[in-house]
């Protein structure tokens, strides 16, 4: 079975701090991604990743980073976190290559992030 | 951007059939289009995946029409255990498009 895990269920963080949300897949999975996840949005992909060290942007990258030094971990980084950054992040991987026609997106329980 | 729009919610009682229908445009003949299941408090799950105008697995079937506008998930029989939110994704090949629909909260009732 696919495992995705993500480092934490619940967090809570002052406005201004620096914010790390950790990303693990063990199926070897080309491609990882980071969405946010908000009541009437729906899943709003932020970054994606294809490769090491390689990253495209979402739809909303404003106010993150992300960072794929290993094949097997996709972390995303909020540089200064804000109020409007509590929000629901999931986690995903996919086999296969970037922009494939088929791709089975496995996702992590995902972040419950409390931005006070 | 590409916008892909789905009922925002529904009803049902158990052992009907479920239609969910999820609208998106510029969708190629081979491009696939993928459903997710998200429980609350759970990652979305993959439910099924096609390209072809009729595609069926052991929990679901999703059909494509001829103009490749829309998609319709099709779940038999539900359960109360269906009870979730449905998410449709288009995939456009050779572009890193990933627009998820914008979910369909199914309520299954007795």
């Known amino acids: 079975d696919v495992k995705v895990t993500q480092s934490s269920r619940y967090l809570v963080k002052r406005t201004g701090e620096k914010v790390f949300l950790e990303c693990v897949q063990d199926?070897?999975?080309?491609?990882m991604f980071w969405y946010r996840q908000d009541p009437g949005l729906g899943l709003r992909l932020i970054y994606f990743?294809?490769?090491?060290?390689?990253?495209e942007k979402g739809d909303i990258p404003e106010g993150y980073s992300v960072s794929r030094e290993k094949k097997e971990r996709f972390s995303l980084i909020l540089e200064s976190a804000s109020t409007n950054q509590t929000s629901m992040y999931l986690c995903?991987?996919?086999?296969?290559?970037?922009?494939?026609?088929?791709?089975?997106?496995?996702f992590g329980p995902g972040t419950r992030l409390l931005v006070l | 951007l590409a916008k892909t729009t789905q009922p925002i919610s529904m009803d049902s009682y158990e052992g009907q059939e479920v239609n969910i229908t999820c609208s998106h445009n510029?969708?190629?003949?081979?491009?696939?289009i993928t459903w997710y299941q998200q429980f609350p408090s759970q990652g979305p799950r993959f439910i099924i995946q096609?390209?072809?105008t009729k595609v069926t697995n052991e929990v679901a079937s999703l059909f494509i029409p001829a103009d490749r506008k829309s998609s319709t998930l099709s779940l038999p029989r539900v359960s109360l255990s269906d009870t979730a939110v449905y998410y449709c994704?288009?995939?456009?090949?050779?572009?890193?498009?990933?627009?998820f629909g914008t979910g369909t909260r199914l309520k299954v009732l007795a």
């Open positions: 995903a991987s996919s086999p296969g290559v970037a922009g494939g026609r088929q791709e089975t997106q496995y």
């Open positions: 994704l288009p995939l456009t090949s050779g572009t890193y498009k990933y627009i």
């Open positions: 199926m070897d999975h080309e491609n």
């Open positions: 990743s294809y490769d090491v060290k390689m990253k």
């Open positions: 510029n969708i190629a003949t081979n491009d696939y």
């Open positions: 096609g390209y072809k």
